[in-house]
């Protein structure tokens, strides 16, 4: 059977199994050359494996017997016995010993109730009768639940056997029995899924001597009929009532010899029949896979030993018991804490996250966009400001009629706002901390291996910040506090501070001058406009054109429209003089809302019509016309004495107009100095801080501990880590000396010719994902 090199293959990867095994490797198991052993229940798996051994070593029964992934390592050798993985130095000379075993085994992970489990057990044989073969015995597949298995049974075993046979490096060998339909073998439709070329794919056919009388498999196993690459292989097994016998292996296969060779329909092909043909065709072929799968196997592993190499190397050289050692770690870690923060905050780190924003860049998002979206929630409407200036101006007036508008209303609703920024700075505080203590939490998880460490390390960082944060709140109160000692009418971006002072269009006013505590005005020509916006006149009749968008344009003296917001073609232009607004009531079929506008007096105030009726899309446009025109001195025609903002007093209305935009224009420059202000606070009382903190009084303060080599005990996850890490280290180096060693000059046979395999319908549903096993 081939030269040196090649029987020396199959013993190699048993030792790479073993060395792999030794560290949890499951995945680097899977992706071994075996041969997996796929059939449903009662189709003859465990027959065919005893054969191969020659012995009784398999637990029998009704239902699921192979609960568990049992590798089946066979090795030629002078003495016949086994060895299990998890029994290591132990030998099982009494094959009913090694039965009993699996038994117990599996019951000791899956209990006794039938259940399954994808961890495998590892069986090595030593026989003279044997040749050099691993195989992996799967639990047979089954689609009824028995006794308390749960009800996705079927699909819990298919996962299992998809684990294996998913892998490339996998041999599938599909057992059938011959009595049943070929055409719909579990075992073949799931060897499709996953290896539709067949190129992986050995066909067994069983119970031959259990077929109906003038029936056989003759085309079959010749490959004519529904044929497979790598074609079928003929066996018989012992029946129930030889088992029951205890009628010998040995001579079991004497019997399927003769059964082979007398048969009419078989004999001209006997040779290539039967279980030691079988076992020296998968000798052969499993020797092949390995041959050429060792290659890229071997990068697989060697890709996995340089991802360990440098923690390997910095353990091997770990003594946790050196007090220096445990000096050095403690400085080190701490250097690292603070070279890895600061990285975080000033965005300089090695690896740049491009999924999420952190450190740094989640407090400049707080600077940029979070405290200025908290400014814009406590700004008032302009209904309830203009109610506040309205009180205000009252009550500075008292039982008298003021004659001009008062500096105190102005400076008292200031004040007001400008203390309500005490809670949009304290929150703003807030989210910094929270975000600094989230940046600190990420640099620590690299003391996670000092528990002691890590506790102390984060109580002494947090407590800083918590003391870096009430500074940074009380420097800000003092910074509000300094607004309001000295209200500033002098300021230049300030409306009021001159007379030459520029003021934008949207000022909104409708006075003729703007009153400050220094007396200072504004010309009425430069604060007239207050709105512009699309409206529709909708009472025009089709006659004369129909209804119509314009763009309007509001100002203090009156309410003009144009063809286009070009503003080029004006339409008209109406005066606000006794001018008063109306609502009207919603058509049922429009969609538009609608407000009217007439003149007092009777008098019409477009063409022929007494009043003009103009449309918006949305309520809240109808809302924010109405409030215009109500700052234009425009007020509806039925007026409540409720509330204040339906005065009809035109002096107070004024009054309020003008204190309205003196307040807008002062609070804007409040906005402005707390927007540019706020961020520099925090970086230099909080965060320069805490990082100079961590960068140069953290290690103090941990050695003022006075404990500071208890703070470098390992926690026992750690310690267990860094024993895995070298013993896998070890194994891993193991491993690639083992494959070192190949005999390169073998020689391997050519895969047979692709065949028509389309006869195979594929199972039921998609192969699953694989879950890892751990």
């Not at 008063?580 to 009217?596: G, I």
Request: hydrophobic share 35%; glycine share 6%.
């Amino acid at each position: 059977m081939g030269n040196r090199g090649m029987q020396e293959l199959i013993p190699l990867v048993n030792r790479l199994q073993d060395a792999l095994a030794s560290v949890g490797g499951q995945d680097c198991r899977l992706h071994l050359p075996q041969i997996a052993v796929v059939g449903g229940q009662s189709a003859g798996k465990s027959s065919v494996l005893e054969n191969f051994v020659g012995r009784d070593f398999l637990p029998r029964g009704s239902g699921i017997v192979t609960r568990r992934p049992l590798i089946l390592q066979l090795l030629n050798s002078n003495t016949e016995y086994g060895e299990f993985f998890h029994c290591k130095g132990k030998k099982f000379t009494d094959f009913d010993a090694i039965c009993t075993e699996i038994e117990a085994e599996t019951r000791r992970l899956t209990g006794s109730n039938k259940g399954i489990s994808p961890i495998p057990m590892t069986l090595r044989i030593y026989s003279p009768h044997v040749l050099n073969l691993t195989l992996v015995d799967l639990p047979g597949i089954t689609k009824v639940p028995v006794g308390d298995q749960p009800a996705d049974i079927e699909y819990q075993i298919r996962d299992i056997i998809m684990q294996y046979i998913c892998k490339e490096n996998c041999l599938i060998l599909a057992v059938t029995p011959a009595n049943s339909d070929l055409a719909n073998s579990d075992a073949l439709k799931l060897a499709k899924d996953v290896d539709p070329q067949g190129l992986r794919t050995i066909g067994v056919i069983t119970k031959l001597d259990l077929m109906d009388e003038g029936t056989n498999a003759k085309e079959i196993l010749e490959n004519r009929l529904l044929p497979l690459r790598r074609g079928y292989i003929g066996v018989v097994n012992r029946s129930q009532k030889d088992i029951d016998g205890k009628k010998d292996i040995k001579a079991a296969l004497e019997s399927e010899m003769n059964f082979f060779k007398s048969h009419p329909a078989y004999k001209h092909m006997a040779e290539r029949m039967g279980t030691p043909y079988l076992q020296r065709t998968l000798n052969q072929q499993l020797t092949n896979h390995i041959r050429e799968n060792l290659p890229a196997f071997r990068t697989h592993l060697q890709s996995q030993f340089l991802a360990l190499n440098k923690e390997a190397e910095d353990y091997s050289h770990y003594s946790p018991d050196d007090p220096a050692r445990r000096t050095k770690a403690l400085v080190q870690s701490v250097q690292c804490l603070a070279v890895d923060f600061e990285k975080l905050i000033e965005g300089s780190g090695d690896k740049v996250d491009t999924v999420n924003l952190s450190g740094g860049a989640r407090i400049n998002k707080i600077f940029h966009e979070g405290f200025p979206r908290e400014l814009l929630k406590i700004k008032s409407d302009e209904r309830k400001l203009r109610q506040e200036i309205n009180y205000a101006i009252r009550n500075v007036h008292g039982v008298r009629t003021g004659l001009f508008t008062p500096d105190m209303a102005f400076e008292a609703i200031v004040k007001k706002h400008i203390s309500s920024l005490k809670g949009p700075c304290v929150k703003f505080i807030d989210m910094v901390t929270q975000e600094l203590i989230s940046t600190v939490y990420q640099c620590l998880g690299k003391l996670s291996s000092f528990p002691n460490l890590l506790h102390e390390t984060e109580r002494i960082i947090v407590a800083e910040i918590r003391e870096q944060e009430l500074k940074c709140r009380n420097q800000v109160f003092l910074l509000i506090n300094i607004q309001l000692a000295y209200i500033n009418t002098k300021h230049e971006d300030f409306i009021g501070f001159t007379n030459s002072q520029q003021v934008p269009n949207n000022s909104n006013t409708k006075s003729s001058a703007r009153v400050t505590g220094n007396q200072g005005v504004v010309p009425r020509s430069r604060l007239t406009i207050i709105r512009k916006g699309w409206l529709t006149i909708s009472n025009i009749g089709i006659m004369k054109g129909g209804a119509k968008e314009y763009w309007f344009i509001l100002s203090a003296e009156s309410l003009s429209w144009f063809r286009d917001d070009e503003e080029k073609e004006k339409k008209y232009m109406l005066p606000l003089d006794n001018l008063k607004l109306r609502d009207v009531e919603k058509s049922f079929m429009s969609s538009k809302f609608v407000f009217a506008i007439f003149n007092t007096e009777l008098r019409n105030v477009y063409k022929d019509y007494k009043c003009l009726e103009l449309a918006c899309n949305s309520q809240e446009d109808l809302d924010s016309w109405k409030a215009s025109l109500l700052r234009a001195g425009v007020y509806p025609e039925k007026v409540t004495e409720n509330g204040p903002e339906n005065l009809t007093d035109p002096q107070l209305e004024r009054q309020v107009e003008t204190i309205q935009s003196l307040v807008d224009s002062y609070m804007t420059i409040i906005y402005k100095t707390m927007r540019d202000l706020m961020p520099k606070t925090i970086m230099h009382v909080m965060i320069n801080s805490v990082k100079e903190f961590i960068g140069s009084e953290l290690l103090a303060q941990l050695y003022a501990l006075g404990e500071s080599s208890a703070l470098m005990d390992e926690s026992p996850e750690q310690q267990q880590h860094r024993e895995e890490v070298l013993r896998k280290h070890t194994a891993l180096k193991e491993a690639l000396a083992v494959i070192g060693e190949i005999f390169t000059s073998t020689c391997t046979t050519c895969l047979p010719p692709p065949v028509d395999s389309s006869w195979i319908q594929p199972s039921r549903r998609q192969p699953p994902a694989i879950p890892s096993v751990k």
